[in-house]
C-alpha cells in the first residue's frame, strides 16, 4: 500500500523551530514532486512549499520564505520551520506526483498522487 506519513509537528513557542518529516510507504521519493501544505482552522488550504524531483528546484510561500527550507532524501522530504509564528499554527501535510509543476512561483495544490494525514503544528506562548 503506497502512503505518505507526516510527523514531527508539536507544540511550540512563537521563534521556536521544529522540523517535519514526509515519509513515504511502498514506494521512493525521489521521482516525485513533493509539495507541502497547511490548513489552519477555518481558513483554505495554502501550499506552503515544494521541491521538485531529485530536488532542482524548491518554491516557498511568500509567508514562509526565508524561514522554512525544504530538502529531500531518496525516501523522505523534510520541512525545517525556524521562527514559527502564531499564524503558522496548522495542519500540516505533505503530497506526491510524478508530473506536478515545482517552479517559478508555483506549488501546486490540487491534482496530486498521493496524500499524507497530516501533523498539527501549534506555535503558542
Known amino acids: 500500500q503506497l502512503q505518505l506519513v507526516e510527523s514531527g509537528g508539536g507544540l511550540v513557542q512563537p521563534g521556536g523551530s521544529l522540523r517535519l518529516s514526509c515519509a513515504a510507504s511502498g514506494f521512493t521519493l525521489d521521482s516525485y514532486v513533493i509539495s507541502w501544505f497547511r490548513q489552519a482552522p477555518g481558513k483554505e488550504r495554502e501550499g506552503v512549499s515544494c521541491i521538485s524531483r531529485w530536488g532542482g528546484s524548491t518554491v516557498y510561500a511568500t509567508s514562509v520564505k526565508g524561514r522554512f527550507t525544504i530538502s529531500r532524501t531518496q525516501n523522505t522530504v523534510y520541512l525545517q520551520m525556524h521562527s514559527l509564528k502564531p499564524e503558522d499554527t496548522a495542519a500540516y501535510s505533505c503530497?506526491?506526483?510524478?508530473?506536478?509543476?515545482?517552479?517559478?512561483?508555483?506549488?501546486?495544490?490540487?491534482?496530486?498522487?498521493?496524500w499524507g494525514k497530516g501533523t498539527l503544528v501549534t506555535v503558542s506562548a
Open positions: 503530497a506526491a506526483d510524478r508530473y506536478a509543476i515545482c517552479s517559478g512561483s508555483n506549488i501546486p495544490v490540487s491534482g496530486m498522487d498521493y
